[in-house]
């Protein structure tokens, strides 16, 4: 199966400041990498995804990059506020048929914003 | 997006004894998982929920301990079996179609005592 590594497992920035989470994958045939936000006792929430045919995306604040042939894509967060305080977790997939949502996720990156 | 209902989101259990998760989307899906996060871990896939046949377990998972049901396309259960405090964990149902992000239930968080 699939084996995801990020880092760093905790994270901690000034208020303003930017935060990058890095991952690594192993099955060249990934093809979907989604990042969730988990706030303490709540469910995992995406942020962002990117597919394969992508090298970069962007959402306000919040970009992914993905180098397919490193097979490694990166969390970047920029002008970090305290309410992005959280543990982001990375993940990569197959999603296409019946591998389609099966998820397969890094260990997580406490990330602590001080004011 | 597709919500999903989970029950129960909590329950303290006995060892030895057996908790049934359920797990109801609003619209029919084709794939359903169930999927655990022990204290401060990270989210490890159980299983992937077959509509109409067996669940395939990943690794280190079988179906003995994790029996999963599957009637319908809108529709999931997970058992933990004769539970033990090492099964304490919260345990999460996700959806995923075609070209769409995977949905997570609210999670069940069992405590075995």
């Known amino acids: 199966g699939e084996n995801v590594e990020q880092h760093p497992s905790t994270l901690s920035v000034q208020e303003g400041d930017s935060a990058v989470i890095k991952c690594t994958y192993s099955?060249?045939?990934?093809?979907?990498f989604p990042w969730y936000k988990q706030e303490l006792g709540k469910r995992p929430q995406l942020i962002i995804d990117?597919?394969?045919?992508?090298g970069e995306k962007k959402d306000q604040r919040i970009a992914v990059t993905l180098n397919k042939t490193a097979k490694h894509f990166s969390l970047h967060i920029t002008e970090t506020q305290p309410e992005d305080s959280a543990v982001y977790f990375c993940?990569?997939?197959?999603?296409?048929?019946?591998?389609?949502?099966?998820?397969?996720f890094g260990r997580g990156t406490q990330l602590t914003v001080w004011p | 997006s597709a919500v999903i209902s989970q029950k129960p989101s909590r329950d303290i259990c006995q060892r030895g004894t057996s908790l049934t998760i359920q797990c109801q989307v609003d619209?029919?899906?084709?794939?359903m998982f169930w999927y655990r996060q022990q204290p401060g871990q990270s989210l490890t896939l159980i299983a992937t929920?077959?509509?109409?046949?067996?669940?395939?377990?990943e690794s280190g998972f079988v179906i003995d301990k994790f029996p999963i049901s599957r009637p319908n396309l809108t529709f999931s259960t997970l058992t933990v079996s004769n539970m033990s405090p090492e099964d304490s964990s919260i345990y999460l149902c996700?959806?995923?179609?075609?070209?769409?992000?995977?949905?997570f239930g609210q999670g069940t968080r069992l405590t075995v005592v």
């Open positions: 996700s959806v995923g179609r075609e070209n769409t992000e995977a949905f």
């Open positions: 099955d060249s045939a990934s093809n979907y």
């Open positions: 990117i597919r394969s045919n992508v």
């Open positions: 993940a990569a997939s197959k999603s296409r048929g019946s591998t389609l949502g099966r998820l397969y």
């Open positions: 619209s029919q899906v084709t794939m």
């Open positions: 929920a077959n509509q109409g046949s067996e669940a395939t377990y």
